[in-house]
């Protein structure tokens, strides 16, 4: 049934735009250190530019440390490089054997910017999943057009891409809800 094909796109789509909500809001700092602070970070390692994540291990032993243990010992400088080149602001200890991350107590201030941030990625990730729903209702209606569904088989997928919509429209704000009360938190 074509419509099947077209909902499932519509939901696959409508998911990823929440994943990648959820991606972003782990870049954001809390109170608390995060690995997700330094995975994306871009580290030049034998002439490529790759993510922290993928050229080293990245723990929080501490709640105000993050800890970055190289796979490749003799990438340690690069990685220290990399950090202190981006726009974390954080200032990397090498021992020679790990870089550790020291990361200050966030001001109230610096919390609401935070949260302003979380609000409009959250809006942002709505947006698209409104898109999608645009998109596929425009997809059903030309399917009803050309005689492939009926109404009342474009009204019931009408219907499911409303319920799809709904759903992850949630899902986008519970995640983004739970990144403002994690920021919020001291």
């Known amino acids: 049934m074509p419509t099947e094909e077209v909902l499932l796109d519509i939901e696959d789509r409508m998911e990823k735009a929440v994943n990648k909500l959820k991606?972003?809001?782990t870049g954001i700092r809390t109170g608390r250190a995060n690995p997700g602070l330094v995975e994306s970070v871009k580290v030049m390692l034998y002439g490529v530019e790759v993510p922290l994540k993928q050229a080293a291990t990245i723990a929080c032993p501490e709640p105000t440390q993050v800890l970055i243990r190289p796979f490749d010992i003799s990438t340690l400088k690069d990685i220290e490089k990399g950090i202190a080149n981006s726009d974390l602001g954080y200032a990397p200890n090498n021992d020679g054997k790990v870089i550790r991350l020291n990361i200050p107590p966030l001001s109230r201030e610096v919390r609401q910017k935070m949260v302003t941030t979380i609000r409009k990625l959250c809006e942002e990730a709505k947006?698209?999943?409104?898109?999608?729903?645009?998109d596929g209702n425009k997809?059903?209606?030309?399917?009803?057009k050309d005689k492939l569904i009926s109404e009342d088989q474009r009204d019931q997928a009408k219907e499911t891409v409303q319920e799809y919509t709904k759903k992850y429209e949630e899902m986008a704000t519970d995640a983004a809800k739970k990144r403002e009360a994690e920021v919020m938190e001291d």
């Open 127 to 134: 947006i698209a999943i409104r898109n999608v729903r645009r």
């Open 23 to 25: 991606r972003e809001l």
């Open 139 to 144: 997809q059903i209606d030309t399917l009803e």
